[in-house]
């Protein structure tokens, strides 16, 4: 009997492949978002697999979320688990926000600065993706988590300097002309930025993890 329970309650294992699972949907998303800014005929295409992305993402969220309550023994502390999974959900659920704003405004070009904003934001979503596959041995592996952390911090920079750019150069370009063409602009633009500053968070619960269990 007691074996049979046993049997019911999530194993240490079980969390680590749910974090690899939805850490590659942010990737998966992240690429289809790239995609979406590069803008043409595609864009409905690349828009529909970044909200399929984030409905499969909810679900290992749930499955995650369902395995703390039930399981005696996690492999951090309850509420870094619960932490670590809320923000890479929050990054596909933002990627998921702005894709909604591209169909809303049906936007099908979008300046070469976004475009690149897209790129930093895959790969930060990638480095993120390494460092959740090295968490099953925290460690080991605390040196390269802190480096990757680092590199996703500094990804995050450069990204702020694209959007202060690019906010710039669509001031400059509609300050006499279209203002709603500057509104829609700065709404993209700034769910851009908030999709990369959770992927941040990321990096920082990751970071925190670390600390904690070294």
Known sequence: MLKAFRNLMPKEEEFFDLFLKHALIVVEGAEALQGVMRGGDQVEHFSRIVMEKEDE?????????????????????RSDIQA??????????QMKKTVKSVALFEMTEFDPSMAAMSDAIAEAARLTA??????????????KLSQIAEQVTM?????????EEGLKKLFHAHRDGNAMSYVI?????GNLERVMDR???VANEISA??????
């Open 84 to 93: 670590l999974i809320q923000s890479l959900d929050d990054a596909i659920d």
């Open 155 to 163: 990804i995050e920079g450069r990204a702020d300097d694209l959007h």
């Open 209 to 214: 993890i670390v600390v904690e269990n070294v």
């Open 130 to 143: 390494q460092a959740v596959s090295l968490l099953n041995a925290v460690g080991a592996n605390a040196t």
């Open 199 to 201: 992927l941040e968070d």
């Open 57 to 77: 993402a909810d679900h290992i969220t749930a499955q995650v979320m369902t395995a703390v309550r039930r399981s005696f023994i996690t492999p951090f502390d």
């Open 185 to 189: 602009g700065a709404e993209v633009w």
